[in-house]
């Protein structure tokens, strides 16, 4: 990939979020590591999918790409532009060339706006179509885009089902022209026969105008079906990159590996058959996060010492990236998985002791 | 050929469907809500009690038989306190007579005018303060980042400090600080509703500034001013205006407590049911009906408030929609 081929990159980003306790004045006694060094490039008109469990960090990347929630470190560059350092009302003006498309589609509606409200909302914003005639052609278009009806525009969200809310959604992301989408489990709130129609239309849309896709997702089936490249993440970093079908084909992070094997084969006697990791114990908090690999208490592989004392960084092993010391031994066969006793986690907030990271604001501790 | 006939007549049955609402308009919330009022007995019961005591609060005195302050029962030498005189009902006093002599039933009429007053005033300083400190408390503790929490906990405190102190003793410093009148009662107990105000609708914009959509107009690039003013501001009004027509209950019975406690307008011969009900209280035991009256009036009107204000917050209530 040459560099005018990269439209957003990422360059170890970290977004912390502080647990503060006392009464009168708060104390940070900790922070939660939502995201903790995260490195990826998506490249222009394609479609970076990202997985992992829940609470592994993989919206808080979304949001924080997008400046939604504000980075503790690292760099966020979008065509060229830094996002992290934007002025204010600078950031404000980029927005329109970077969109979102959230999971719940009625949550993200707001219940008091008619959908024209919701679709003008935007154009107003950045003075797009200058009147009221030419902003309701640009709608209406828009509308068609969607695969929605005119009549939908005097309507209110509460009066649609949950695949044309998400669509409405979606018409609120295109309606400003976005060259990136950022799009939260944008099925996972849907019934299935619904997710297959708005996995679809993104691709279509993808095809008609160009779009890149950042595709945050735990269902590993539609990401394969709609990814070029998917990265998995675990405890706020990605241990394992790789262009969509290798992935899946050949996995070679040992959570890559469980993850892979937790799917389901729609065959009986190769389910039967097949070789299943069930991983012991939890997600350790990332309050506290293990020292090293941040697998390594949960890995069937695991090697003593390394594992717990050096963190994998991502390195390249043919077309993939993995953060994995024996990534390669582990695939020649050469070390074979072994039990695993489970360690207990840690509550949350006896984390460890608050470092010098300057804590982000943070809605949500309120004195 | 059915197979062919059977799809065609699905085709122009969704057709006509489609063409059906297309003409039909979108039904926004308040719409609803108010759908589902209509519906409701209680809102009904509630809305004709307020319907009525309105009217008879707007035009009543216009019609009333006899002047408010005409003590004609001790001119006419019908009442004789001292002799524990004091006739009730007749075909021409409705009521009978207080003790001055005056026609109760004009007095009653023209109260309800004097307690609509005190009642809707009292609950619109209560309203407007308590909604300018708190929708700019919660507007900057919602989207106002580090900053906006410190203006947040600044104004908390002040409105904690109103709330600490019992409300009746809060009123009663106020309208002992401003002198003895009606508009001291008018202040004291709107100054009483000040914190309710604040802190639910704060609490409310918290609630709603945490709401995606508010993610998704951030992300739309829309100021934050515009999303506190054009998006939170109207999703967290609901509960604020079941609690004002709730207060408007307690406002009246609040405002006839200070009256009763000789803190109203001094001069007693204007008449309202607070100062009617205070007035009473030596001729109990002679005539009890005269404290009944205007007791049962307040009471009634503040359960029409009441009824139509429960009602409003079931149907507001997003919970209970179908």
Known sequence: MTDSDILVEVRDLKVHFPIKRGVLFDRTVGHVKAVDGVDLRIARGKTYGLVGESGCGKSTLGRALLQLNPPTAGQVSFDGVELTTLAPNKLRAMRKRMQMIFQDPMSSLDPRQNIESILTEGLQTHGIGGSREERRKIISETLDKVGLPRWALSRYPHEFSGGQRQRIGIARALVLGPELIVADEPVSALDVSIQAQVVNLLDELQDSLGLTYLVIAHDLAVVRHISDTVGVMYLGALVEEAPGDRLYTEPLHPYTRALMSAVPVPDPDVEDRRERILLAGDLPSPANPPAGCRFHTRCPWAQPTRCADERPVLREIGESRVACHFAERIASGELRPHKVSVEIVRPAGEGEEPDTVSAPSEPGSFV | ?322
Not at chain 2, 140 to 147: D, F, K, N, P, Q
Not at chain 2, 186 to 196: K, Q
């Open chain 2, 1 to 322: 050929m059915t197979i062919i006939s059977g799809k065609k007549r699905e085709k122009i049955d969704r057709l006509a469907e489609l063409a059906a609402r297309e003409d039909e308009r979108g039904v926004s919330l308040w719409q609803d809500a108010f759908r589902r009022l209509r519906r409701n007995p209680a809102a009904i019961v509630g809305a004709v009690i307020l319907a009525i005591f309105v009217l008879v609060a707007i035009f009543g005195p216009f019609f009333v038989p006899y002047g408010p302050k005409d003590t004609m029962g001790i001119r006419e030498g019908v009442v004789k306190v001292g002799q524990g005189l004091i006739p009730g009902p007749s075909s021409e006093h409705w009521l009978g007579y207080d003790h001055q002599g005056r026609d109760v039933f004009s007095r009653m009429i023209i109260g309800a005018r004097q307690t609509l007053l005190v009642g809707v005033v009292a609950t619109l300083i209560g309203l407007a303060l308590g909604a300018l400190i708190g929708g700019v408390a919660g507007a900057a503790a919602g989207l106002g980042g580090r900053w906006g929490r410190m203006v947040d906990a600044t104004l908390m405190r002040f409105i904690d400090m109103l709330l600490a102190l019992p409300s009746l003793l809060l009123a009663v410093s106020i309208a002992a600080l401003l002198g003895p009148s009606l508009i001291t009662v008018m202040i004291a107990v709107g100054m009483v509703s000040v914190p309710i105000f604040a802190r639910l609708l704060r609490g409310s914009m918290i609630v709603q500034s945490n709401k995606e959509y508010v993610l998704a107009s951030t992300s739309l690039g829309v100021s934050k001013s515009r999303i506190a003013l054009a998006h939170v501001l109207p999703n967290s009004l609901a509960p604020v205006i079941v609690q004002a027509t709730l207060t408007l209950a307690t406002a009246i019975i609040e405002a006839a407590a200070l009256s009763y406690l000789g803190l109203g307008n001094p001069d007693s011969s204007v008449p309202e049911w607070g100062v009617m009900l205070a007035d009473a209280q030596p001729w109990l035991g002679i005539r009890p009906a005269l404290a009944i009256y205007p007791a049962v009036a307040i009471i009634i009107t503040a359960l029409g408030f009441t009824l139509l204000g429960e009602a409003m917050r079931e149907a507001l209530d997003p919970k209970l929609r179908k």
